[in-house]
């Protein structure tokens, strides 16, 4: 049977007119069956291409950045604008920031890969509303759209956060960028209620609480940020258009209102969108870590917890992104205190990931490549974040490049890394195809070694004084923003070669079996690539996720 | 109706109505999902306007003789009208999801069109009021114009910022009759679907949501009336 799948290249159909249930992506055919299917793994393969296209957009920005603050290398330094004037330079540190927070980060690992996982490790044949999850797409889409007509239309040059005064006063297409971000942000939120009314209404008979992959519930404390903390930059976006086009004072002195309460509204979402961003990370490490540990979870109900802890103290943090921004001392110090606090939910997981690879018998997937990159990238992304939460160090440290480098650690080493390694563990459930091992190890080492050199030396420079968002810089600055730019070089190559072998087996890739990982969570047990609604009878759950067959219970330590 | 089917259903030994989609295993989990979904939604609604009303708070608190001077040229009778037709929705569209429960098509059908008509009565009295406010040159932001104001019989000078309070006053009156708006959109669906019997006892989770929506709307509205007609 599987030689004569490999032979030939419509395998599926030749497999479908042998009396096999067809699978999802043969079920239906033509463009238009993918435009209005309500499928959640048609909808997380479509949030994928979308999201893998900005990336790669987002990317090429980053990289003009770097080239840019090069320097003129030949005739030596002097003039830096030699790539283009400082003007774009502005518009392409601005895209960068905006399409990689929004149209990547923010649905990367949700939209994508919860859409296609979460029904099957729950054991449900979709989400609770199917259709509102097409809605969602279509409005990521023209969300999308909105960010890339402001392009069109000259671009922005305000920065991702969209400060006020400037973004009032900027002659940049900044209201229809803000009503693209408006438009994503209902997306986000429709994504999150359907993903909590599916945690809790469509679990499969016998799978409680605590027996639900740590991805669910990572997932399920993104949800509850997405649902509660969204709408109030979508009132707060809407206000900033509005005083644009009126000319009404909320956020710009000059007209009698406050720029500081922009600052307020603007992170009381997009702290807890830090968290958005980086909670599914830690689900998919949690599976990643586990699985190819080939052993029980260290601390299940504390890391399901953290979640929750981060979804909920992560509220109540926006302030220390604003201690210079003129708030009280008194002020100043509450946040400076729950930014520690957070950190304390943040450690438990990673001495529980830790913890659990102690004594396993490690696969060294490349899956797991990346997991352990994650656990090395975003520990120092985590720790530098308590020095900016520290009250004097940040007055040193603040709007340097020791910040871009810190959120870099986090965003990038943290959740883009995690979404790779997701990519590796899930691709032949997706796709019903295997990646090379070889190459993938290749480009996780690309990967990891040029994103230590691009934002290591950013560190250093932040410490120096390196300002951020400046298009220029003192000559003393040139050798390590020049290593920087070659380490993002590293960084694309890296993501160049993992393009390529992910397309050689989408083409010819090895066939991939039901489970090649040895999992126990639910979608391990259903055909690769799935069947149209999920499973061929209703499973029902008897064990927890990771209770592996080789784990000898006799030997039980620790309550293990 | 339904109680016909569920009783064919019960003799083939499974209970599977036709308004019960795939993907869900019973009527009880497909209700239970659609209210827990609307439930979400309104808490996202609450965040969405409280963000407003911080910006109230912050304005009132920077001007507070604005908005002291500036509410009197709202028309506090107008909009306590058009509290009586919110709250009067809000009893009919209890009443229209109370006949769904008793399976009443015309208790369903009446109530839902007086909901209807009563929203759009508010929407008229705030049409007036706002060509009242265009007329005048009440405006927000730079359209405000205190020339044409005092033209039109208003206090020569509203001290503070007035032209920051027709922005508030706008914006969130503004974005409630959006919510209003929205949602006679849905209840000319509702009138559509009640028609063609589509909802019973057992199933009229859409119109019990609409309901919830409704309510939280007349909520918004009863704290925003004090707080711009009757500011003290």
């Given at each position: 049977m599987d030689s004569n799948r490999n032979s030939a290249p419509k395998s599926a159909h030749a497999a479908s007119a042998g009396g096999v249930e067809p699978n999802y992506l043969n079920a239906h055919k033509g463009i238009w069956s993918w435009m209005t299917t309500v499928d959640h793994k048609r909808l997380g393969i479509m949030y994928l291409v979308g999201i893998l296209t900005f990336f790669a957009a987002g990317g090429i920005f980053a990289l003009l950045v770097r080239t840019q603050l090069l320097g003129k290398i030949f005739g030596g330094p002097g003039k830096q604008d030699w790539l283009f004037s400082g003007d774009t330079y502005n518009k392409l540190f601005t895209l960068h920031g905006a399409v990689m927070v929004f149209l990547v980060i923010i649905p990367s690992i949700p939209a994508s890969l919860g859409n296609f996982f979460l029904p099957l490790m729950l054991g449900a044949k979709d989400v609770a509303f199917p259709k509102l999850n097409l809605m969602s797409f279509y409005v990521y889409v023209l969300g999308g759209c909105f960010l890339l007509f402001s392009i069109l239309t000259g671009a922005v040059d305000t920065g991702w956060t969209f400060y006020t005064p400037y973004s009032s006063t900027t002659s940049t297409?900044?209201?229809?960028?803000?009503?693209?971000?408006?438009?994503?942000?209902?997306?986000?939120?429709l994504t999150g209620v359907n993903f909590i009314v599916t945690i809790h209404k469509m679990r499969a008979p016998g799978l409680t609480w605590t027996r639900l992959p740590l991805f669910v519930w990572a997932q399920y404390a993104t949800s509850l940020i997405q649902v509660l903390a969204t709408p109030v930059l979508a009132i707060t976006l809407m206000l900033l258009a509005i005083e644009r086009t009126m000319g009404v004072g909320i956020f710009d002195p000059k007209l009698g209102g406050d720029p500081v309460l922009f600052q307020h509204f603007f992170w009381f979402y997009s702290h807890p969108a830090v968290y958005i961003m980086i909670l599914p990370g830690f689900g998919v490490i949690s599976e990643i870590i586990t699985?190819?540990?080939?052993?029980?979870?260290?601390?299940?109900?504390?890391?399901?917890?953290?979640?929750?802890?981060?979804?909920v103290i992560g509220f109540l943090v926006w302030g220390h992104h604003m201690f210079t921004s003129?708030?009280?001392?008194?002020?100043?110090a509450v946040f400076s205190f729950l930014t520690f606090a957070v950190a304390v939910p943040t450690a438990i997981k990673v001495f529980s990931w830790v913890a659990t690879m102690y004594g396993g018998s490690i696969r060294l997937n490349s899956a797991m490549c990346y997991a352990l990159a994650f656990l090395f990238l975003f520990t120092i992304g985590g720790l530098t974040g308590l020095f900016l939460g520290s009250l004097s160090v940040d007055i040193h440290l603040h709007d340097t490049y020791f910040v871009v480098a810190h959120f870099h650690y986090v965003m990038m080493g943290?959740?883009?890394?995690?979404?790779?390694?997701?990519?590796?563990?899930?691709?032949?459930?997706m796709t019903g195809r295997m990646l090379s091992e070889f190459w993938g190890k290749v480009g996780c080492f690309f990967v990891f070694v040029g994103f230590n050199i691009t934002f290591l030396s950013q560190f250093l420079l932040g410490t120096k004084g390196m300002p951020r968002r400046y298009a220029n810089y003192l000559p003393e600055f040139q050798t390590l923003h020049q290593i920087s730019t070659v380490g993002s070089y590293l960084l694309g190559l890296g993501f160049l070669i993992t393009l390529i072998y992910m397309i050689q087996s989408l083409i010819n890739g090895e066939k991939a079996s039901k489970n090649p990982w040895e999992a126990m969570s639910l979608e391990w047990q259903t055909d690769s690539p799935p069947i149209e609604h999920n499973f061929h009878v209703q499973p029902v759950v008897k064990h927890g996720p990771y209770e592996f067959p080789e784990i000898d219970h006799s030997l039980a330590r620790g309550g293990h | 109706m339904g109680e016909q089917q569920s009783s064919q259903a019960a003799a083939a030994g499974q209970h599977h109505p036709k308004y019960l989609a795939h993907h869900f295993e019973s009527m009880e989990q497909q209700n239970a999902s659609g209210k827990l979904g609307m439930w979400l939604f309104l808490g996202q609604e609450v965040l969405f306007f409280s963000g407003l009303f911080l910006a109230y708070t912050l304005a009132r608190i920077f001007y507070p003789e604005t908005f002291l001077a500036a509410h009197e040229l709202l028309d506090w009778k107008l909009g306590a009208l058009n509290t009586i037709f919110l709250l009067t929705s809000s009893l009919t569209m209890a009443l229209a999801v109370r006949g769904a429960q008793i399976n009443s098509k015309p208790t369903m059908f009446w109530n839902i069109l007086a909901t209807l008509l009563l929203g759009g009565a508010f929407m008229v009295v705030k049409y007036i009021e706002y060509s009242h406010k265009f007329h005048d040159g009440l405006l927000p932001g730079h359209f405000f114009d205190a020339a044409k104001a005092m033209h039109n019989g208003h206090p020569a000078n509203i001290p503070g910022a007035p032209a920051i309070f027709f922005a508030i006053y706008f914006t969130m009156t503004g974005t409630h009759g959006l919510h209003v708006l929205i949602g006679m959109l849905l209840m000319l669906w509702l009138l559509v679907r009640i028609n063609r019997g589509d909802f019973n006892s057992e199933n009229h989770v859409f119109l019990e949501n609409v309901g919830l929506y409704w309510h939280i709307v007349d909520l918004i509205w009863i704290f925003l009336f004090p707080l711009l007609y009757l500011v003290r």
């Amino acid at each position: 049977m599987d030689s004569n799948r490999n032979s030939a290249p419509k395998s599926a159909h030749a497999a479908s007119a042998g009396g096999v249930e067809p699978n999802y992506l043969n079920a239906h055919k033509g463009i238009w069956s993918w435009m209005t299917t309500v499928d959640h793994k048609r909808l997380g393969i479509m949030y994928l291409v979308g999201i893998l296209t900005f990336f790669a957009a987002g990317g090429i920005f980053a990289l003009l950045v770097r080239t840019q603050l090069l320097g003129k290398i030949f005739g030596g330094p002097g003039k830096q604008d030699w790539l283009f004037s400082g003007d774009t330079y502005n518009k392409l540190f601005t895209l960068h920031g905006a399409v990689m927070v929004f149209l990547v980060i923010i649905p990367s690992i949700p939209a994508s890969l919860g859409n296609f996982f979460l029904p099957l490790m729950l054991g449900a044949k979709d989400v609770a509303f199917p259709k509102l999850n097409l809605m969602s797409f279509y409005v990521y889409v023209l969300g999308g759209c909105f960010l890339l007509f402001s392009i069109l239309t000259g671009a922005v040059d305000t920065g991702w956060t969209f400060y006020t005064p400037y973004s009032s006063t900027t002659s940049t297409s900044v209201v229809s960028a803000v009503m693209g971000v408006f438009i994503l942000g209902f997306s986000s939120i429709l994504t999150g209620v359907n993903f909590i009314v599916t945690i809790h209404k469509m679990r499969a008979p016998g799978l409680t609480w605590t027996r639900l992959p740590l991805f669910v519930w990572a997932q399920y404390a993104t949800s509850l940020i997405q649902v509660l903390a969204t709408p109030v930059l979508a009132i707060t976006l809407m206000l900033l258009a509005i005083e644009r086009t009126m000319g009404v004072g909320i956020f710009d002195p000059k007209l009698g209102g406050d720029p500081v309460l922009f600052q307020h509204f603007f992170w009381f979402y997009s702290h807890p969108a830090v968290y958005i961003m980086i909670l599914p990370g830690f689900g998919v490490i949690s599976e990643i870590i586990t699985v190819n540990s080939r052993k029980q979870i260290f601390g299940y109900k504390a890391i399901a917890m953290s979640s929750v802890a981060i979804a909920v103290i992560g509220f109540l943090v926006w302030g220390h992104h604003m201690f210079t921004s003129g708030q009280s001392e008194l002020a100043s110090a509450v946040f400076s205190f729950l930014t520690f606090a957070v950190a304390v939910p943040t450690a438990i997981k990673v001495f529980s990931w830790v913890a659990t690879m102690y004594g396993g018998s490690i696969r060294l997937n490349s899956a797991m490549c990346y997991a352990l990159a994650f656990l090395f990238l975003f520990t120092i992304g985590g720790l530098t974040g308590l020095f900016l939460g520290s009250l004097s160090v940040d007055i040193h440290l603040h709007d340097t490049y020791f910040v871009v480098a810190h959120f870099h650690y986090v965003m990038m080493g943290g959740t883009m890394t995690a979404f790779v390694g997701a990519l590796h563990h899930w691709w032949p459930k997706m796709t019903g195809r295997m990646l090379s091992e070889f190459w993938g190890k290749v480009g996780c080492f690309f990967v990891f070694v040029g994103f230590n050199i691009t934002f290591l030396s950013q560190f250093l420079l932040g410490t120096k004084g390196m300002p951020r968002r400046y298009a220029n810089y003192l000559p003393e600055f040139q050798t390590l923003h020049q290593i920087s730019t070659v380490g993002s070089y590293l960084l694309g190559l890296g993501f160049l070669i993992t393009l390529i072998y992910m397309i050689q087996s989408l083409i010819n890739g090895e066939k991939a079996s039901k489970n090649p990982w040895e999992a126990m969570s639910l979608e391990w047990q259903t055909d690769s690539p799935p069947i149209e609604h999920n499973f061929h009878v209703q499973p029902v759950v008897k064990h927890g996720p990771y209770e592996f067959p080789e784990i000898d219970h006799s030997l039980a330590r620790g309550g293990h | 109706m339904g109680e016909q089917q569920s009783s064919q259903a019960a003799a083939a030994g499974q209970h599977h109505p036709k308004y019960l989609a795939h993907h869900f295993e019973s009527m009880e989990q497909q209700n239970a999902s659609g209210k827990l979904g609307m439930w979400l939604f309104l808490g996202q609604e609450v965040l969405f306007f409280s963000g407003l009303f911080l910006a109230y708070t912050l304005a009132r608190i920077f001007y507070p003789e604005t908005f002291l001077a500036a509410h009197e040229l709202l028309d506090w009778k107008l909009g306590a009208l058009n509290t009586i037709f919110l709250l009067t929705s809000s009893l009919t569209m209890a009443l229209a999801v109370r006949g769904a429960q008793i399976n009443s098509k015309p208790t369903m059908f009446w109530n839902i069109l007086a909901t209807l008509l009563l929203g759009g009565a508010f929407m008229v009295v705030k049409y007036i009021e706002y060509s009242h406010k265009f007329h005048d040159g009440l405006l927000p932001g730079h359209f405000f114009d205190a020339a044409k104001a005092m033209h039109n019989g208003h206090p020569a000078n509203i001290p503070g910022a007035p032209a920051i309070f027709f922005a508030i006053y706008f914006t969130m009156t503004g974005t409630h009759g959006l919510h209003v708006l929205i949602g006679m959109l849905l209840m000319l669906w509702l009138l559509v679907r009640i028609n063609r019997g589509d909802f019973n006892s057992e199933n009229h989770v859409f119109l019990e949501n609409v309901g919830l929506y409704w309510h939280i709307v007349d909520l918004i509205w009863i704290f925003l009336f004090p707080l711009l007609y009757l500011v003290r």
